[in-house]
């Protein structure tokens, strides 16, 4: 990496009546120091007592009424960000109510810089190190929007660069406070804002949220993460003015400067994509972040980017990477599961394993298949046979034609997969009820070899029995059976 990966932190003052160093919270957690401070809210490094895990609590600043709208955002943040199962989004630990009834939340200790930060001490960032932090942060949005959750305040601030074990940066989304959340998803969603209330980072917000912060849809984030593009590459939002208010009206009446204008070793693709975000009217925006997770991966030089913009398309879809069935990970069909994304190379082994099943249940059906033939020839042979002998137990006559005739041999195997062999069947009668008597011994299984392949399995292995009336004996076993059945093909739940 190009950027240094821990800037140091400024001095943050705690406010009068917060909870300072060695102080406990909520009865478990030992305060370590001050993390940041907003308007409303701070966030504290502390120790679980038990655990000795180290975390980071978020609560209210002492002045700001635990009840009310501040306190609700609280909980709408934790809700939001549960629900999102992306290793972008900071994990939610605990939620609780302090004895003051302000509520908190405990969230993994993230350890590194928000991307505003690192562009204030270090300038405008490496062109594949800016597609980088922003395609990774897309696949986060990507997890939220199809959950019908849309931010509503992405900016560089709210974007976390940590460091995995390996030393690979890992971009996380913060604070989903403001987030617009659809009916249904953890709850009822009551709406926080009015529709004149503005609530974000006006230079990161798109001109229709600038108009009403209720009206807005997924395309508001995607206006918000092609402004963050321009001021990683640039070190400014594509809008600024004196005050917010001449902010908002450039950013509703004016057309943004071109990228290249301030960034001369941009691509015209790198251009072209962050100034599609920037159009005014949603429309012409791209229609989601998995497309503009491509156009900014075409325009870097990295096959990570790549890679993770594959993810990005696969989460929008509600294909989870890991996914191994049809009712896993948000596949809607098993064709679906059936099929891996393009560009998928680290679950081979999942997909191999649900193409077999459909090789398997394709050998099943030509089996049966067979074994209807070679019932059908049993039959016709038996009833030739008791026209010139005049009769014989039937299941005498089958046994015989299974031991000693080559293309009746697999009915040997049918009759022992289905069980022992029952009493010899009732003297026959006319031919024609011979024929049908044997037709129903031989009757085709369920349909359970053209259900989907994640259907569950019958209690049965073998190929279902036919009633005591009409079942053939079992013959014993010859040299001249057919060889058995390959491992697996019957006995194998799925």
């Known amino acids: 990496m190009t950027t240094p990966p821990h800037p140091p932190a400024r001095p943050v003052e705690l406010p009068p009546g917060a909870p300072g160093p060695g102080e406990l919270v909520a009865g478990k957690y030992v305060v370590e120091r001050v993390l940041g401070m907003g308007g409303m809210g701070l966030v504290l490094a502390a120790r679980h007592v038990d655990l000795d895990e ?81 395609t ?39 604070d989903f406070g403001i987030s617009k959340i659809s009916e249904g998803v953890g709850g009822p969603a009551p709406e926080l804002t009015t529709t004149a209330t503005i609530m974000g980072t006006p230079a990161f917000m798109s001109p229709e949220q600038l108009r ?49 204008s301030r960034r001369a070793d941009a691509s015209p693709e790198l251009e072209a994509a ?36 594959e993810r ?24 679906q599961a059936a099929t891996p994304p393009a560009g998928d190379t680290r679950t081979a082994s999942a997909w191999g394993e649900s193409t077999g099943r ?10 049966v298949a067979g074994l209807l033939l070679a019932g059908a020839v049993a039959g016709v042979g038996l009833v030739a046979m008791r026209s010139r002998s005049g009769g014989g137990r039937g299941g005498s006559a089958v046994g015989t034609a299974a031991a000693g005739a080559g293309p009746t041999a697999p009915v040997s195997m049918v009759a022992s997969a289905s069980g022992p062999a029952s009493a010899p069947g009732p003297a026959p ?16 299984p369920p349909a359970r070899h053209a259900a989907p392949l994640s259907s569950p399995a019958p209690a049965s292995r073998g190929a279902p029995s036919a009633s005591p009336a009409s079942r053939p004996a079992a013959p014993q076993p010859s040299a001249s059976a057919a060889k058995p059945a390959p491992a697996g093909l019957f006995d194998r739940r799925e």
């Open 429 to 444: 009668g006319p031919a024609s009820a011979s024929v049908s008597a044997r037709a129903r011994a031989f009757a085709p």
């Open 274 to 309: 962050v100034m599609r975000c920037l159009e005014k009217e949603p429309d012409r925006r791209f229609a989601d972040v998995s497309e503009l997770a491509r156009a900014l991966a075409a325009a870097a030089n990295r096959e990570s980017v790549r890679a993770a913009a």
């Open 54 to 134: 180290r975390v980071a609590i978020k609560m209210l600043l002492p002045h700001v009424p635990p009840q009310g709208e501040p306190a609700a955002r609280f909980i709408r943040e934790a809700r939001a960000a549960i629900k999102i199962r992306s290793e972008h989004v900071v994990r939610v630990l605990d939620v609780g109510r302090l004895e003051t009834g302000a509520p908190y939340i405990v969230m993994e200790y993230l350890d590194g810089c928000d991307l505003g930060q690192l562009v204030e001490r270090s300038g405008p960032l490496p062109i594949d190190d800016a597609i980088e932090y922003v």
């Open 136 to 174: 990774q942060a897309c696949e986060a949005i990507a997890a939220a929007h199809s959950l019908g959750i849309v931010h509503r305040d992405l900016k560089p601030g709210n974007l976390f660069l940590t460091y995995g074990a390996d030393g690979r940066p890992c971009v996380k989304v913060l």
């Open 358 to 367: 459909e090789e398997r249940s394709r050998r099943r059906t030509g089996l």
């Open 212 to 260: 009403s912060t209720r009206d807005v849809d997924a395309r508001a984030d995607i206006w918000s993460m092609g402004a963050i593009v321009y001021a990683l590459l640039t070190g400014a939002p594509p809008y600024d003015g004196e005050s917010n208010a001449d902010v908002s009206a450039k950013i509703i009446r004016d057309p943004p400067p071109p990228l290249r």
């Open 312 to 335: 990005v398309a696969r989460v929008a879809a509600g294909i989870a990477p890991t996914l191994v069935s049809g009712h896993e990970a948000g596949a809607t069909s098993p064709a």
